[in-house]
């Protein structure tokens, strides 16, 4: 079951009204799009998802709150295209974490508990996997993209490791990787938590290219917002973050070489303002493990 992440936060921080224009850049499994549907009647839903298989799950789930909705089967880097329609929204919501039926399917090889086919793919019609970074990358490149995605420390050993263990066998499968990476960091280590999840993480970014198509979609949809209207953002881990935070500082600050004249010409000032920048509760913690790494930024259009 997919508990959707700060949703009430989010709800509240999308101030939406009921003839809202609203876009869901990552509809996933719906709950978020669930909710604001129930708070627009007069307004409108665009929810985009590349993946199908969220997309025939999240449709059902929608039809029970309206039919003022579109579903678009793309990813969230062609949110430009919404330019062409002269469409000017009140909200637009980014949630970059992994849906939790994603994880959950072992199919899908995004998780490491669970042994499946190494793939990754949010997108199913994509050809580069899981399977193709660990096998054919180089020594340096997979070295790179772990310490770079994953910020995992013990990067070149697990690179060496997986290299070494190729010379006799291709790696096949999610648990046959993950044995590969425990057995190559230092006991203590281990101890801190399973040290394939950052890696697993580094691996799945690659495949779908995620920090350079949210850092493009983000930029883009800064320009879709009406005046009032605002982009609230999940992340779940600090490069995303990272990203976020930097776009919406230059958008909601004045050029640094004009910060000292007396006056700001009125074509300098800052044309958004930050609103929220939030973590979850102790409580939804509990409740929702995965959310502890969680976090919820909002920027307005002014």
């Known amino acids: 079951m997919h508990i959707s992440v700060l949703l009430n936060e989010t709800i509240k921080y999308l101030n939406l009204k009921e003839d809202s224009i609203i876009i869901d850049a990552t509809l996933g499994y719906g709950g978020h799009s669930f909710e604001i549907l129930k708070k627009i009647p007069k307004g409108y839903l665009y929810a985009v998802d590349q993946d199908k298989e969220a997309i025939k799950y999240a449709d059902e789930k929608l039809k029970k709150a309206g039919s003022n909705y579109e579903i678009i089967n793309s990813n969230f880097a062609n949110i430009k295209e919404f330019q062409k329609k002269n469409l000017k929204v009140d909200g637009i919501l980014f949630d970059l974490g992994v849906s939790s039926p994603q994880l959950d399917n072992a199919e899908r090889g995004f998780s490491f508990h669970k042994d499946a086919k190494l793939d990754m793919r949010m997108d199913q019609d994509k050809s580069l996997t899981a399977y193709d970074v660990v096998n054919n990358y180089s020594y340096e490149k997979l070295a790179d993209i772990f310490y770079k995605y994953g910020e995992e420390k013990y990067s070149r050993s697990i690179a060496k490791a997986i290299i070494q263990y190729k010379e006799t066998k291709k790696i096949e499968g999610t648990t046959e990787l993950a044995e590969i990476i425990k057995s190559s960091v230092p006991e203590k280590y281990r101890k801190k938590g399973h040290p394939a ?106």
């Open 197 to 302: 999840r950052k890696v697993f993480q580094a691996i799945r970014i690659e495949v779908n290219n995620e920090l350079e198509v949210f850092e493009i979609a983000l930029k883009d949809a800064l320009k879709l917002l009406k005046p009032g209207g605002r982009i609230c953002v999940i992340t779940f881990h600090s490069l995303e973050d990272r990203i976020c935070k930097q776009i919406f500082n230059e958008a909601s600050s004045i050029p640094r070489e004009l910060m000292k004249l007396p006056v700001i010409p009125e074509e300098y000032k800052p044309k958004f303002k930050i609103v929220a920048n939030i973590a979850p509760t102790a409580i939804e913690i509990d409740n929702n493990p995965r959310s502890r790494s969680a976090r919820l930024r909002v920027i307005e259009r002014v």
